[in-house]
């Protein structure tokens, strides 16, 4: 099929909802994407944080190719040695606690929600917060705050509360009798890459303990190894009682997972809640093969040190460029604020042969493959400098 034929079929045959960008990828490996003209990316932003190990990972690979020839699914009303196997090495990972599987972010915090309000027995609210992103589903998209993914779909499931990020005072004034739970991503993603300060979230902590909610942590983005430890909340020494994970965890394959401490995971009980493919066998090989590949190369190092190095290299252009207000995030989750939109920088660097994202407008948004060389970031951050030069003059 030729590129405009490609084009064509996605315009007779697939709904409109992506906002397309006239790149047809016909491989990946590692960082590196190439498109139907074997013209070579560098891709900074690969899946949306999906692609942790970068494409087609060898040992992802095999474990799917391997899994696929012995079993692909059965439904969960039987049982798999692969989620088996998932659940308890997730939880070794996390805290002591229960999983539920699914297939994506959003359903892990529509999983999420229903949980809480049947913990809550009666109390519904949940708090969430400005700039947050939970899905594009029914009740993550009521629990988001921002407005532009609402318009159009009122009216929204009932029983959010917006509180202001990093604003302690604003959390404390939504509680009511209601309120059942506080739900946050530790660094907004599609808010444009704020992070959650350490007292802040400490604070919460406490607040849900003397008030008796739970306190959600989506780490759809942040986990499995983003931020430099295996879940964001290790930054901050406290211990969430849900947190919902997806994106990295399959490296590809759509997986979902929400965790829930051990003591009330079993509130939802058989016929309470369900999805039909989640935790299938081959996503579960996927996920493990994944985990392995993180242990063995020492991945949460390279996300160190890399991180570090990628910030270093993104304050040298704050100091150098003046259209660039401010560089934050943490581990290999980078936004870089500027003074203007970022759409034609996005644009520009794609066509050098970089992609990376803009979101919230102004923020280009930077989260490489987790095994990125520091090679291959001193490249794209000097396609980036290359595009930022000629846009600041």
């Not at 959003?106 to 939970?134: C, L, M, P, W």
Request: proline share 3%; charged share 20%; aromatic share 10%.
């Amino acid at each position: 099929m030729k590129l405009e034929e490609v084009f064509q079929s996605y315009s007779d045959f697939i709904m409109p909802t992506y906002a397309k960008t006239p790149l047809v990828f016909v491989k990946g490996k590692g960082s590196f994407l190439w498109d139907i003209h074997s013209k070579k990316y560098l891709d900074f932003f690969p899946g949306w944080g999906v692609g942790s190990m970068g494409h087609c990972h060898a040992k992802v690979v095999q474990a799917i190719r391997e899994q696929a020839a012995k079993l692909i699914f059965v439904p969960n009303n039987y049982y798999t040695l692969a989620q088996a196997k998932l659940a308890k090495k997730l939880v070794s990972l996390a805290f002591p606690s229960k999983v539920f599987f699914c297939n994506s972010g959003a359903e892990a915090n529509e999983a999420a929600i229903k949980f809480s309000r049947k913990f809550g027995n009666g109390r519904y609210e949940i708090i969430t917060f400005q700039d947050s992103f939970h899905g594009r589903t029914a009740g993550a998209l009521a629990a988001t705050g921002q407005k532009k993914y609402q318009e159009g779909f009122q009216p929204l499931l009932s029983g959010f509360k917006l509180a202001q990020f990093n604003n302690l005072d604003s959390v404390k004034s939504l509680i009511n009798p209601d309120t059942v739970a506080i739900m946050l991503e530790l660094i907004q993603g599609e808010g444009g890459v704020n992070v959650a300060g350490l007292d802040f979230i400490k604070a919460l902590r406490e607040i849900c303990d003397q008030n008796k909610l739970l306190l959600i942590v989506d780490e759809v983005q942040t986990g499995i190894g983003r931020t430099g430890k295996f879940f964001a909340y290790q930054h901050y020494g406290i211990i969430p009682d849900i947190i919902t994970l997806a994106k990295a965890l399959g490296a590809g394959l759509p997986i979902g997972a929400m965790l829930v401490k051990k003591e009330i995971a079993d509130i939802l009980t058989s016929g309470t809640h369900a999805s039909t493919f989640g935790g299938g066998a081959v996503v579960c090989a996927s996920s493990l093969a994944v985990l392995k590949a993180m242990r063995d190369e020492d991945i949460l190092s390279n996300v160190r040190d890399a991180g570090e190095y990628l910030f270093e290299m993104a304050f040298k252009l704050k100091e150098k460029y003046n259209i660039i207000q401010d560089v934050r995030g943490r581990g290999l989750m980078l936004g870089i604020q500027l003074k203007c939109p970022g759409k034609d920088i996005v644009a520009k660097c794609m066509q050098k042969g970089l992609l990376i994202n803009c979101t919230h407008d102004t923020v280009l948004r930077l989260m490489p493959a987790l095994n990125v060389t520091k090679k291959q970031i001193g490249q794209g951050m000097r396609i980036l400098e290359d595009v930022i030069k000629k846009a600041k003059s």
